[in-house]
């Protein structure tokens, strides 16, 4: 089945700071999400981008399809970014999506 | 977007018996999956919930093990049965119309003593 893999495994950042995270996958894909899931456990939808450029506020995702990456930009990070980031994508053999490992972050204040 | 509930919200079992979680959509959606998450891990699909017939489970789950029922376009369960300390995890339930964007619950966190 279609491999998902997410850098870096950890990252910590001071407030304020930008990064990247990157999500490779191993074949060509209907679809690709990124979430967040805070520190309570609640997933959060933040981009559904197959391909493409989304922004949203702080937060912007590019995914090229062809080259089979995605990333995701924080900028100007704060503390209440902190968790743990998922890709997850759907292979074009079904509808199953399947997640990557995750990125963990930690904004200090 | 889907608006996704999951009761109960959190449990603590003691080994041998089961328990059903259930999962409410506020519309009606064509898939609904169930995943797990193990302390400090990534989510692992468990299964597919087929409305109407029954679950297609991913390797490494069985239906005898986690039996799953859907009876509409809007409701699923999950149980987990003879439950071990091993099965202590969060379990999702998740939902998606087609091949579109896809929507999580809060999950339910399960303690198997």
């Known amino acids: 089945g279609i491999q998902v893999e997410q850098s870096p495994p950890d990252l910590i950042l001071q407030e304020g700071a930008n990064s990247t995270l990157r999500c490779n996958f191993s074949?060509?894909?209907?679809?690709l999400q990124w979430f967040h899931q805070n520190p309570w456990g609640q997933l959060i939808n933040l981009f559904y981008?197959?391909?493409g450029t989304k922004q949203n506020g702080r937060l912007s995702a590019t995914t090229v399809a062809t080259e089979r990456y995605s990333l995701l930009y924080i900028s100007s990070s704060q503390t209440t970014d902190s968790g743990v980031y998922f890709c997850a994508v759907e292979g074009t053999g079904g509808f199953k999506t399947i997640f990557g490992a995750g990125t963990r972050l930690f904004v200090k204040a | 977007s889907a608006v996704i509930s999951q009761k109960p919200s959190r449990d603590i079992c003691q080994r041998g018996t089961s328990l059903t979680i259930q999962c409410q959509v506020d519309?009606?959606?064509?898939?609904m999956f169930w995943y797990r998450q193990q302390p400090g891990q990534s989510l692992t699909l468990i299964a597919t919930?087929?409305?109407?017939?029954?679950?297609?489970?991913e390797s490494g789950f069985v239906i005898d093990k986690f039996p799953i029922s859907r009876p509409n376009l809007t409701f699923s369960t999950l149980t987990v049965s003879n439950m071990s300390p091993e099965d202590s995890s969060i379990y999702l339930c998740s939902a998606r119309e087609g091949r579109n964007e896809q929507f999580f619950g809060p999950g339910t966190r399960l303690t198997v003593l």
């Open positions: 519309s009606q959606v064509t898939m």
């Open positions: 074949d060509s894909v209907n679809n």
């Open positions: 981008i197959p391909s």
């Open positions: 919930a087929n409305q109407g017939s029954e679950a297609t489970y």
